[in-house]
């Protein structure tokens, strides 16, 4: 009867541990001809998976065929097995899958634990660097040539006529200022990239933060003769969020708006609720409309949908798919930018599960929604 006890505790403190773990971890247990079941889930799988693990096929939570094929195998063979593989979605992860045997049951079904572990930082940290070295490399090379020749100008034939020095100089600085800027995005553009696939947990008052943006924008639209108008009384809901992200984006949409309306146009932003994820996407005027970045479903979930409208030269049709890629400018457009704002922009509403969508007719301006989740009460 002890020996029975001290068994039953060491059961018990052993399923204790695995919950506190915070790498998923199933048991699977596999007959002859018989396909594989989940007898056993952690507290951290049941999260990745989100589906009831005991009594589950393996097929429902790990439905890569390289992984079922690997831990099939080392059922079939009582072995041990390692393999990555990445999860699609909205926010693709990257995996390792350890497979390691236990025992053989009475009835001659075997037993196997697998753990998986998180790369998905480690990968997205390598991929960092190398895009990083690509994009500055290319958009660098430029802007470092320009300078390279008005100095070599600047030291020869410039070198007595101050007239041309200072028009060089002037755009030394100008070229040096746009680099510095580049630089700044993509180490920004590089750091959300790297936490796209966590969450934030924060609440966050979109009003307040809408209300800070046009504050600090202030100077812009006085120097371009733009007007800013904005509603967004009655969203009292707070989404969720992190702030200094959410006034990212909200500064480089209401800044493309302003750079790109005419002088004595306006700039409309407004903030609104939406029940349901159709609500949210639904147009906002006519012209062409297309969804940028779209969350997964989340029924019951309801939306603050945030909207930049503005006066400018509109966007053709055939170029809207284009519009979030990295260093990517309408044709005949130049707004004095990176090109990458609307690329920033994407990936931290990707990573608050939300939604980018424009809307645009030649002639006509453009309007950019973001539509974030509610915060629970």
Do not use: C
């Not at 990745?48 to 099939?72: C, D, Q, S, T, W």
């Amino acid at each position: 009867m002890p020996d029975t006890l001290i068994r039953a505790g060491a059961g018990l403190a052993a399923q204790l541990i695995l919950e506190l773990l915070p790498e998923p971890v199933i048991l699977v247990r596999g007959g002859e001809g018989e396909a594989p079941e989940i007898t056993y889930g952690n507290q951290a799988a049941r999260e990745v998976f989100r589906i009831e693990l005991e009594g589950a096929p393996l097929g429902a939570a790990l439905r890569r065929p390289e992984v079922l094929e690997a831990i099939e195998e080392a059922l079939e063979a009582s072995t041990n097995a390692e393999v990555t593989f990445e999860t699609i979605g909205v926010q693709p992860r990257f995996w390792r899958a350890f497979a390691r045997t236990l025992e053989v049951e009475a009835g001659g079904d075997r037993l196997l634990v697998v753990v998986l572990r998180d790369e998905t930082d480690a990968r997205r940290t390598e991929r960092m660097r190398a895009d990083f070295l690509a994009n500055a490399s290319h958009e660098l090379r430029t802007p470092l040539a320009s300078l390279a020749g008005f100095v070599e100008t600047l030291r020869t034939h410039a070198k007595e006529d101050p007239e041309a020095r200072e028009k060089f100089l002037g755009i030394m600085a100008q070229q040096t200022t746009r680099m510095a800027r580049l630089v700044d995005d993509l180490l920004s553009l590089s750091r959300i990239e790297l936490n796209e696939h966590i969450a934030p947990s924060g609440r966050v008052d979109l009003s307040g933060a809408v209300q800070d943006v046009i504050d600090a924008t202030r100077p812009l639209t006085a120097e371009r003769g733009v007007i800013i108008a904005i509603n967004v009384e009655g969203v009292a809901r707070p989404v969720i969020g992190d702030r200094d992200q959410l006034v990212q984006v909200i500064q480089n949409l209401v800044d493309n708006a302003v750079r790109y309306t005419p002088r004595g146009g306006a700039v409309r932003v407004t903030l609104e609720t939406a029940a349901t994820l159709e609500a949210a996407r639904g147009s906002s005027r006519t012209g062409a409309g297309l969804s940028l970045l779209s969350p997964d479903v989340n029924e019951g979930q309801s939306y603050v949908v945030l909207r930049v409208s503005d006066d400018g030269p509109g966007i053709p049709r055939q170029v809207l798919p284009r519009l979030s890629e990295r260093f990517y400018r309408v044709e005949g457009q130049r707004s004095g930018g990176t090109g990458l704002g609307l690329a920033i922009a994407k990936h931290v509403i990707n990573r608050h599960r939300g939604g980018l969508t424009v809307e645009s007719a030649e002639g006509e301006g453009s309007t950019f929604s973001v539509y974030l989740p509610v915060a629970a009460q």
